[in-house]
Nanobody
Framework: QVQLVESGGGLVQAGGSLRLSCAASGRAFSSYSMGWFRQAPGKEREFVAAINWRGGRINYADSVKGRFTISRDNAKSAVYLQMNSLKPEDTAVYYC?????????????????WGQGIRVTVSS
């Protein structure tokens, strides 16, 4: 298990950008696939992006393709989500997730570790 702490959220105007960071501690970070999920008010948590242990495999939700970029730095035990061209519908609490199985991260099931979440608000 790893412990995850998100940072970088906040309030931004539509069209703006934010970069979320997720710092990991605990067992070998480089052995984990990482993901970002979000939960908007009144909605279920949904998949946003995933990256495998060495960054060679990446997937995005259709709603964020071309606007969001996931990346990782194994030397710093961190994963990032660069969010550009933000829209009001991107408003949500964003969660970092870690699991040794990439497909579990893609499916958002049986995730080994979750962060506490960080709020992103996009104003129109």
């Amino acid at each position: 298990q790893v412990q995850l702490v998100e940072s970088g959220g906040g309030l931004v105007q539509a069209g703006g950008s934010l970069r979320l960071s997720c710092a990991a501690s605990g067992r070998a970070f480089s052995s984990y696939s990482m993901g970002w999920f979000r939960q908007a008010p009144g909605k279920e948590r949904e998949f946003v992006a995933a990256i495998n242990w060495r960054g060679g495999r990446i997937n995005y939700a259709d709603s964020v393709k071309g606007r969001f970029t996931i990346s990782r730095d194994n030397a710093k035990s961190a994963v990032y989500l660069q969010m550009n061209s933000l829209k009001p519908e991107d408003t949500a609490v964003y969660y970092c997730a870690a699991d040794t199985d990439y497909y579990d991260v893609l499916g958002g099931r049986e995730i080994g570790s979750w962060g506490q979440g960080i709020r992103v608000t996009v104003s129109s």
